[in-house]
């Protein structure tokens, strides 16, 4: 979602476009956190870092968790 709004913020609602790049950066940020969360509950159990990250990036893009 946050690539797609790096690429298409000037299809955003006119009242939002000057609040654009903060929004995409929060977002990002939380994306980040969310895959970084699933990721170590994943290693916890024993799951490979990269095969988790891997999964924990593609569940939040997915799903958006």
Do not use: S
Not at 11 to 39: F, H, M, N, S, T
């Amino acid at each position: 979602m946050v690539q797609v709004l790096r690429f298409q913020k000037h299809r955003l609602p006119q009242k939002v476009q000057p609040w654009a790049d903060k929004i995409i950066y929060a977002l990002d940020y939380v994306e980040a956190w969310e895959v970084g969360a699933i990721q170590a509950t994943l290693m916890q159990k024993g799951i490979p870092g990269d095969v988790a990250y891997d999964f924990a990036y593609w569940a939040v893009f997915v799903f958006g968790v």
